[in-house]
């Protein structure tokens, strides 16, 4: 059985084959992704209405590029799955819209999926999988949560930031230090030339007791540095507050992670979403892993950020474990804002 999986949530549009079999873990056949970032740039974050207009222009493209590479047809499509939520509502509606337009003409049926499981369940789309039960650190632009995970549908909601995400704290940190947009990966790749103890951050929450998260207050701090530095900084003065704001946000990620760990007495942990590309947090998680005895999984590095893939694959998982059923009703809604637990 092949699932038709499209992404649209934000400002990536992603269109992904999986091919289902039995109860063994599902596969990928082929996934095509467009990045609007480059027109986003120019406006240093995302246009909505821009996001949406694009999606419309790129998804059937990236479909019929996906069935090539996969050398398959639309005939071979058994279900369409889409991101329902949460994101841009309009985008989403593009999405959406495509995918129930696509199944009725098909005559097959359609399954809205979650982001956020997408992102959560896109390890299991690497070559080494978890397995149930772990504990989830899912970090994107939008959402920093840590998650006892028991199978496909059943999360438990451990932790989450109470203001900024991992994510956002990266980018806006980025963007008053001048690195653009996303600056998450821009951030990261001037970190590694820097002095991560060369600015005194705050570790917001490391010691609450709790699981939460919080990351505005380590902006205005980022920011308040920055400003020390006067209207010239030196590109060195850059990279160490670069270097020290990485170490402050990804301390926290990992320290809080480790307390889940322990909280749950899980061993698993499966680390999800854009921040999950980071390679300083993959290096401390590892090392730290490998002390505690315990093994941490992640996304591919290029299935990290939004892709089609981990939406087919979420839609997959969901069908082959009977947590979701798809149905040929094809009246969609969209949901900006859902919660996952
Ligand atoms: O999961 P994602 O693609 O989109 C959402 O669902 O939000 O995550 C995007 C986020 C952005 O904040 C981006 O700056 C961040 O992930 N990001 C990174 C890295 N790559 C992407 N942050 C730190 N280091 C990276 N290498
Ligand atoms: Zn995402």
């Known amino acids: 059985m092949n699932v038709?999986?499209?992404?649209?949530?934000?400002?990536e549009t992603g269109v992904a084959l999986v091919r289902m079999q039995g109860d063994a873990v599902p596969v990928l056949r082929a996934h095509a992704l467009y990045s609007q970032i480059q027109m986003h740039q120019a406006y240093g974050g995302v246009v909505p209405e821009l996001a949406s207009r694009d999606h419309i222009r790129r998804v059937l493209p990236l479909t019929r590029q996906v069935l090539a590479e996969a050398e398959a047809t639309l005939a071979d499509v058994d279900v369409v799955?889409?991101?329902?939520?949460p994101g841009l509502a309009g985008a989403l509606l593009v999405g959406a819209g495509v995918a129930c337009a696509l199944a009725a003409a098909l005559d097959r049926p359609v399954l809205g999926v979650h982001h956020l499981e997408g992102h959560l369940l896109s390890p299991f789309l690497s070559a080494d999988a978890p397995t149930f039960p772990f504990v989830a650190l899912l970090v994107s632009g939008g959402h920093t949560q840590l998650m006892r995970v028991e199978a496909v549908g059943r999360y438990e909601l451990l932790g989450e930031t109470i203001d900024d995400a991992a994510?956002?704290?990266?980018d806006k940190s980025a963007k008053l230090m001048g690195l653009g947009y996303p600056g998450g990966p821009a951030l990261s790749r001037l970190a590694a030339t820097g002095r991560a103890d060369a600015f005194a951050l705050p570790r917001p929450l490391?010691?609450?007791?709790?699981?939460?998260?919080?990351?505005?207050?380590?902006?205005?701090?980022?920011?308040?540095?920055?400003?020390?530095?006067?209207a010239e900084?030196?590109?060195?003065?850059?990279?160490?507050?670069?270097?020290?704001?990485?170490?402050?946000?990804?301390?926290?990620?990992?320290?809080?992670?480790?307390?889940?760990?322990?909280a749950t007495g899980l061993t698993r942990l499966v680390v999800s979403g854009g921040v999950?590309?980071?390679?300083?947090?993959?290096?401390?998680?590892?090392?730290?892993?490998?002390?505690?005895?315990?093994?941490?999984?992640?996304?591919?590095l290029d299935l990290c950020t939004d892709n089609g893939a981990m939406i087919a694959m979420a839609a997959a998982m969901r069908l082959q474990s009977g947590a979701a059923e798809a149905s040929k009703d094809y009246a969609f809604d969209v949901r900006p804002r859902w919660p996952l637990s």
């Open 276 to 300: 999950g590309a980071n390679s300083e947090l993959r290096r401390q998680l590892n090392a730290a892993a490998q002390r505690r005895g315990l093994r941490v999984h992640y996304p591919e």
């Open 206 to 230: 490391l010691h609450s007791g709790n699981l939460d998260f919080s990351f505005a207050g380590l902006k205005t701090a980022v920011l308040t540095q920055h400003r020390r530095l006067g």
């Open 167 to 170: 994510g956002e704290a990266f």
């Open 4 to 11: 038709l999986g499209i992404e649209s949530s934000c400002d």
């Open 81 to 85: 799955a889409y991101t329902r939520g």
């Open 233 to 262: 900084p030196t590109a060195e003065q850059i990279a160490d507050l670069a270097a020290s704001t990485q170490a402050a946000i990804v301390e926290v990620l990992v320290k809080k992670s480790l307390a889940a760990m322990r």
